[in-house]
Structures are given as structure tokens and as C-alpha cells.
């Protein structure tokens, strides 16, 4: 049974390392042991969805009501509690079960797809870099859920780029896009926020490409070596 949980849930010290992950983790650590005992995991994987739910309408709701850009990292930081602080809560009451493990993960998908693709209805980004974005982020997704089954491992990071810095830059981009200039750029017949995110989105690609590569290497080697 230990190493189903350890294919849902992760092992910590398997995990790529991003950026703001020691601090945020000793974050967590204060928020879980503060928590009061009637407050679930999976409650908070609810919480987490509707955070990014709030999010996505902000964002839609910004072409005719400009202020409720301000509700956007307001619904986020509310997404990064729930689903952030769900699994440690579990771990550390010992609760981990696969209902908490599949709460977390089909909260984390929702979340980002939803506030995505409400970013390709808003005035901050086009369809078109919306859909190039949610290819990238799902093809990512399904490699790092592939890792965690056939390994063991689970992917935190890419290049120091984990999921909380993928939600910090998805709660102030609207506010990075306004002093860009993208909502008046919009109209234009090639904006400029499509050709950046097709070049980022090729440079990603050919990473993950590699990645799949090395790795690959890396198992078959360590096959060898069983055999």
C-alpha cells in the first residue's frame, strides 16, 4: 500500500525542487498545524476549484467590467490555499486515501485549465495563445503524471518553474498585460502576445523532447543494471 500512496500522493524527497518551494513549504507546514480538526483535505481541494472558478470568471467578466481584474489574485491566492495545503493536511493527520489523492489532482487540473482557457475569452490574451498554452500545459501534465506512475516520481518543477510560480503568473498577468499594452493590441492581425507565446511554447516543446529523451536514457540504463 505504500507505494500506491506514493504514486498518488508523491514522495517529497523524489521531487524537483522550484524556486519558492522551501518557503512555501515551511508556509504550509504553519497553515496545516493551525488548521482546526473539523477542516478536511478534501474540503480544501473544494476550496482550491472554486478559488480558480472565481478566477476565471473575474477574468471573462474584465471586458466590461474593468475593475474586477482586482478579484483575479484575490481567487488565485485562495486556489494556492486549497490546493496546497490539502495533501500536507492528509499526510499529516495520516489520512491519506485515494479519494484525497484524486480530489487534489482533478482540483489541480481543473484550476489551470479553467482559468486558462477564461484567459483566451478575456482582454489580456487571444483564443489562439490560450489554446497554444493549454496544449503545452497538458502535455506537461500528462508527462509528469507519467513519471509519478511508472517511478514514482512526481515532477514539481521544470526548470525551477513549479505550480505555485505557474499561478503566480496567472494571478498578475492581467496586471503585467496592461502596462504591455496587450488589450489594445488585441485587434491587430498578428498581436504580439500570439507570436511570444508560440516562440516560448516551441522552446518548451523541444525541452520536454529532450527531457523525454534523457530520461528515457536514464531507464534504460537502470534497466541494464536490474537485469
Same mark, same amino acid.
Given at each position: 500500500?505504500?507505494?500506491?500512496?506514493?504514486?498518488?500522493?508523491?514522495?517529497?524527497?523524489?521531487?524537483?525542487?522550484?524556486?519558492?518551494?522551501?518557503?512555501?513549504?515551511?508556509?504550509?507546514?504553519?497553515?496545516?498545524?493551525?488548521?482546526?480538526?473539523? =477542516?478536511?483535505?478534501?474540503?480544501?481541494?473544494?476550496?482550491?476549484?472554486?478559488?480558480?472558478?472565481?478566477?476565471?470568471?473575474?477574468?471573462?467578466?474584465?471586458?466590461?467590467?474593468?475593475?474586477?481584474?482586482?478579484?483575479?489574485?484575490?481567487?488565485?491566492?485562495?486556489?494556492?490555499?486549497?490546493?496546497?495545503?490539502?495533501?500536507?493536511?492528509?499526510?499529516?493527520?495520516?489520512?491519506?486515501?485515494?479519494?484525497?489523492?484524486?480530489?487534489?489532482?482533478?482540483?489541480?487540473?481543473?484550476?489551470?485549465?479553467?482559468?486558462?482557457?477564461?484567459?483566451?475569452?478575456?482582454?489580456?490574451?487571444?483564443?489562439?495563445?490560450?489554446?497554444?498554452? =493549454?496544449?503545452?500545459?497538458?502535455?506537461?501534465? !500528462?508527462?509528469?503524471?507519467?513519471?509519478?506512475?511508472?517511478?514514482?516520481?512526481?515532477?514539481?518543477?521544470?526548470?525551477?518553474?513549479?505550480?505555485?510560480?505557474?499561478?503566480?503568473?496567472?494571478?498578475?498577468?492581467?496586471?503585467?498585460? =496592461?502596462?504591455?499594452? =496587450?488589450?489594445?493590441?488585441?485587434?491587430?492581425?498578428?498581436?504580439?502576445?500570439?507570436?511570444?507565446?508560440?516562440?516560448? !511554447?516551441?522552446?518548451?516543446?523541444?525541452?520536454?523532447?529532450?527531457?523525454?529523451?534523457?530520461?528515457?536514457?536514464?531507464?534504460?540504463?537502470?534497466?541494464?543494471?536490474?537485469?
Amino acid at each position: 500500500m505504500g507505494d500506491f500512496f506514493t504514486s498518488i500522493f508523491g514522495n517529497p524527497a523524489q521531487r524537483t525542487q522550484s524556486f519558492l518551494r522551501g518557503a512555501e513549504l515551511r508556509l504550509i507546514d504553519n497553515i496545516v498545524e493551525s488548521l482546526p480538526a473539523r =477542516v478536511e483535505a478534501i474540503q480544501l481541494s473544494g476550496v482550491g476549484a472554486c478559488g480558480a472558478l472565481v478566477a476565471s470568471i473575474a477574468l471573462i467578466a474584465c471586458n466590461h467590467f474593468p475593475h474586477a481584474i482586482w478579484m483575479v489574485p484575490i481567487a488565485m491566492a485562495i486556489n494556492w490555499f486549497g490546493l496546497s495545503v490539502d495533501l500536507p493536511l492528509a499526510r499529516k493527520r495520516q489520512q491519506e486515501a485515494a479519494a484525497e489523492g484524486m480530489a487534489h489532482h482533478l482540483g489541480e487540473i481543473f484550476s489551470h485549465l479553467s482559468v486558462l482557457i477564461a484567459y483566451g475569452f478575456s482582454p489580456f490574451f487571444t483564443v489562439r495563445a490560450a489554446t497554444v498554452v =493549454v496544449i503545452c500545459y497538458l502535455l506537461f501534465a !500528462a508527462y509528469a503524471y507519467i513519471r509519478a506512475a511508472t517511478r514514482h516520481v512526481e515532477q514539481m518543477a521544470y526548470i525551477g518553474i513549479g505550480v505555485t510560480e505557474f499561478r503566480i503568473l496567472l494571478a498578475f498577468w492581467p496586471f503585467a498585460a =496592461v502596462l504591455l499594452g =496587450v488589450p489594445q493590441s488585441l485587434g491587430d492581425k498578428q498581436p504580439a502576445i500570439d507570436v511570444a507565446v508560440l516562440s516560448l !511554447a516551441g522552446f518548451a516543446i523541444i525541452g520536454l523532447l529532450a527531457k523525454l529523451f534523457f530520461d528515457g536514457r536514464k531507464i534504460t540504463a537502470a534497466s541494464g543494471r536490474d537485469d
